[in-house]
């Protein structure tokens, strides 16, 4: 009677051990020591003011998540935000003013104090082009504007009055202060260190620019920075399709484009998943990936490039994210934003994990996901906190689960996955310990087969939503990857 009870039940057993999902890692073959960085970006906008309910919480979490090379933006979509001198100077009069700039900065600085970032005030002040008429800007500081960046061409052909406002910028924050147009001395009394300075952003949409028109911009920003600041590291090129913009590295990249002593330190360029406005989640989960995937192949053309070029420079790929179609909607006035189901945050989180893997395995030194606060008005969908509670959704989480087992010098092995709907990736840590990186990229269940009993799993997936990863032990070699699950498995 015994025996009759036993066969269903070790029948049971073997199908499901048949119908699991093997993964195989080879830790003896060490594939590549990691370079790569997991981190984010941070964009100014209005929930991040002091006076916002949520300032506090958002910081925080910023400063306990304790990222390298956090990307600090103050962007076109609020001028004052991001621009210090928003009108040209006079005979008798210069409008420098960081009153509303100072704080959100200084904020983020704190935050991120003892760790390198990235500073990137990418916003030129409008009037430095030449345009049909002067660009206005709203009164309130924020007032979103989509139509800041007009002209393609700068009044000063030299270069010089660009490269003079960037470099008291700069002062500002690092000399205490600077000395205007008109020979006066504002005093700010900061003295941070600005580990690395990028230089604007998207030009490829901003102004339009040219690669040689970059290119001379780039030498003259960098070189006015290095006058005061001559320990700084600068990021060039930071391209929002490089799919479309193979010129630009191609210029760029060649050192006899630059003035003599021009650094390349580091290049950046960025990547979205952007589903259609037809397609329902259940579709998304297939976009998302193919759309990676795309991404990857881009990667690989420009490491070439880059390769043959300037073999040294690094690489950062610094916004990585998704974008709603309803975000896309965000400038007509009669928008109104559409609720963004709990499931995208995870499908989104699951793809930076994918793509972190993937990129860290050709090398990619830092890889951003994009960006701490977005809420509506400001790309809602590409948001990593909840913009009502600054609470972490679970985008967030998934870069704190990798943060938490991601370094460089950790050892990528050579795996192996029977499905292709799921990603693996096997790494030994510094202290020799042995893990695997696990990504579902469906919104289904699947039950993996691992090649040794492990010992703890921790997870980021639907039931865990924006809680912090959840950690059990496991002492089995199956584990169950929820759907739109990552999840870091040790032995």
């Known amino acids: 009677m015994k025996c009759l009870i036993y066969v269903p039940l070790l029948i049971g057993i073997l199908v499901h051990q048949a119908s699991a999902q093997r993964v195989q890692m080879a830790w003896q073959s060490v594939e590549r020591v990691s370079r790569s960085t997991p981190t984010l970006q941070v964009v100014v906008n209005p929930p991040l003011r002091r006076s916002s309910p949520v300032h506090d919480r958002a910081f925080e979490e910023l400063r306990k998540l304790g990222a390298d090379y956090v990307r600090y933006v103050p962007w076109l979509p609020y001028p004052k935000f991001g621009v210090a001198e928003l009108e040209p100077p006079t005979a008798e009069k210069t409008f420098w003013d960081f009153s509303v700039i100072?704080?959100?900065?200084?904020?983020?600085?704190?935050?991120?104090?003892?760790?390198?970032?990235?500073?990137?005030?990418?916003?030129?002040?409008?009037?430095?082009?030449?345009?049909?008429?002067?660009?206005?800007?709203?009164?309130?500081?924020?007032?979103?504007?989509?139509?800041?960046?007009?002209?393609?061409?700068?009044?000063?052909?030299?270069n010089k009055e660009l490269a003079d406002y960037y470099r008291r910028l700069v002062s500002w924050y690092v000399?205490?202060?600077?000395?205007?147009?008109?020979?006066?001395?504002?005093?700010?009394?900061?003295?941070?260190?600005?580990?690395?300075?990028?230089?604007?952003?998207?030009?490829?949409?901003?102004?339009?620019?040219?690669?040689?028109?970059?290119?001379?911009?780039?030498?003259?920003?960098?070189?006015?920075?290095?006058?005061?600041?001559?320990?700084?590291?600068?990021?060039?090129?930071?391209?929002?399709?490089?799919?479309?913009?193979?010129?630009?590295?191609?210029?760029?990249?060649?050192?006899?484009?630059?003035?003599?002593?021009i650094p390349l330190d580091m290049i950046s360029y960025h990547f979205y998943a952007a589903p259609d406005a037809s397609e329902t989640p259940d579709v998304q989960q297939y976009t998302f990936f193919d759309q990676a995937d795309g991404f990857l192949n881009t990667v690989r053309y420009v490491e070439e490039i880059r390769k043959r070029l300037s073999p040294l420079t690094h690489t950062a790929t610094n916004e990585i994210g998704s974008?709603?179609?309803?975000?896309?909607?965000?400038?007509k006035p009669e928008h109104v934003t559409k609720p963004i189901p709990d499931s995208y945050w995870n499908l989104s989180g699951a793809t930076y994990a994918y793509l972190f893997g993937q990129l860290a395995s050709l090398g990619i030194e830092v890889i951003g996901e994009s960006q701490l606060m977005g809420y509506p008005t400001q790309f809602p969908s590409v948001s990593m906190l909840d913009w009502n509670s600054g609470a972490p959704n679970a985008r967030f989480r998934v870069l704190e689960l990798l943060k938490r087992n991601f370094s460089p010098g950790v050892?990528?092995?050579?795996?192996?996955?029977?499905?292709?709907?799921?990603?693996?990736?096997?790494?030994?840590?510094?202290?020799?310990?042995?893990?695997?990186?696990?990504?579902?990229?469906?919104?289904?269940?699947?039950?993996?087969?691992?090649?040794q009993q492990a010992s703890q799993v921790q997870f980021v997936d639907q039931t865990t939503k924006g809680n912090s990863p959840g950690e059990q032990a496991l002492h089995s070699d199956t584990y169950r990857l929820r759907g739109l699950g990552v999840a870091v498995i040790s032995f």
């Open 175 to 261: 000399k205490g202060g600077f000395v205007d147009e008109l020979g006066k001395r504002h005093e700010s009394g900061h003295h941070f260190k600005i580990d690395y300075w990028e230089v604007l952003n998207e030009p490829d949409l901003e102004h339009h620019t040219t690669p040689e028109q970059y290119t001379e911009r780039y030498d003259a920003i960098v070189s006015a920075i290095r006058t005061v600041a001559p320990e700084t590291k600068f990021v060039g090129i930071s391209v929002a399709y490089p799919s479309k913009e193979p010129g630009m590295f191609e210029y760029f990249l060649n050192p006899k484009n630059h003035a003599p002593g």
């Open 102 to 158: 100072d704080p959100i900065t200084i904020d983020f600085l704190n935050a991120t104090k003892g760790h390198p970032v990235v500073l990137n005030f990418s916003t030129i002040p409008a009037w430095m082009f030449k345009t049909e008429k002067p660009v206005a800007y709203p009164e309130d500081p924020n007032q979103v504007t989509w139509n800041y960046t007009q002209g393609t061409q700068l009044r000063d052909h030299s």
């Open 411 to 451: 050892k990528l092995v050579r795996t192996q996955v029977e499905d292709a709907e799921i990603y693996g990736l096997g790494f030994i840590s510094q202290d020799g310990s042995h893990k695997l990186l696990l990504v579902n990229k469906r919104d289904k269940d699947v039950d993996v087969r691992l090649p």
């Open 323 to 331: 974008i709603s179609a309803d975000d896309t909607m965000q400038s």
